[in-house]
């Protein structure tokens, strides 16, 4: 929450367009209702521009629609034309999902999305036309921390994604298996500077910074679970 006030008891703070009131004594919040004596028009809803909230844009495999994330909601739209579709949790509870990186996977049916419907941060598998519900990947949120980027491998059936997160760790996730793991923790604060996916889907290319100057590319084989990087060492771009 935002705008945080307190009287030594309580704590008022703004979350998600509301006024919430937090008793630590009880450990329980609830909505506050607040009634506003101002003009009809004051009051009407305000539409906002999502282009300087984007978060995240990821292209169709055949290109023609994106996997958009803006204010901590996700979206499928036409590259040329067509609607925009939002994505919404089907049961939102007492507080709002948050979700970023939405990703298509390579059969272009369905996207993944981090979300913290559960509370913490998780992968979730959403179906384009929303013919069933999503499916959670479960994953640790200790070993996924918050994911920074995601990147889909072109592998129809045997999907995966590569993550990296903000403790400067390389997953990947594998799809089917629910199984995620860890590459590589990078050793310098530069972290990892892009993936890239065979087109078999095997095996995983990454730049990752040794210093704030240098960097070099390695290879992850997603089946034998070996690494090994090119034989030069060049400065980082």
């Known amino acids: 929450g935002r705008t945080r006030a307190t009287d030594g008891q309580t704590i008022v703070f703004h979350a998600g367009g509301s006024l919430s ?8 919040t609830r909505e506050l209702t607040v009634q506003l004596c101002s003009v009809v028009p004051g009051r009407g809803p305000r539409t906002v521009s999502a282009m300087d909230y984007i978060t995240s844009i990821g292209l169709h495999p055949q290109g023609g629609a994106l996997a958009v994330t803006a204010r901590g ?3 499928t739209m036409g590259v040329w034309g067509g609607p925009v579709l939002r994505f919404a949790p089907p049961d939102a509870g ?7 990186s939405a990703t298509y996977l390579a059969d272009g049916e369905r996207l993944a999305v981090v979300s913290d419907a559960s509370g913490e ?5 959403h179906f384009e036309d929303a013919s069933s519900p999503p ?11 918050s994911p920074v980027e995601m990147d889909a491998s072109p592998d129809d059936r045997h999907p995966k994604l590569a993550i990296t997160n903000h403790a400067h760790c390389l997953l990947v996730l594998d ?10 923790v990078a050793p310098s604060a530069e972290g990892f500077g892009g993936t890239a996916w065979s087109p078999c889907g095997r095996w995983l290319a990454y730049s990752i910074a040794t210093s704030a100057q240098t960097s070099v590319i390695k290879v992850f084989d997603t089946y034998s679970l ?6 030069k060492k060049g400065r980082a771009e």
Do not use: H, N, W
Not at 121 to 125: F, G, L, Q, T, V
Not at 226 to 231: C, D, G, I
């Open 21 to 28: 009131q937090y008793e630590p004594a009880t450990a329980q």
């Open 73 to 75: 909601q996700f979206f």
């Open 94 to 100: 007492p507080r709002a999902t948050r979700y970023s």
């Open 121 to 125: 941060p998780d992968i979730e598998i």
């Open 135 to 145: 499916l959670s990947m479960g994953c640790d949120p200790g070993l996924l921390g």
């Open 175 to 184: 799809v089917k298996k629910k199984r995620l793991s860890l590459v590589e």
């Open 226 to 231: 070996e690494k090994r990087k090119a034989p």
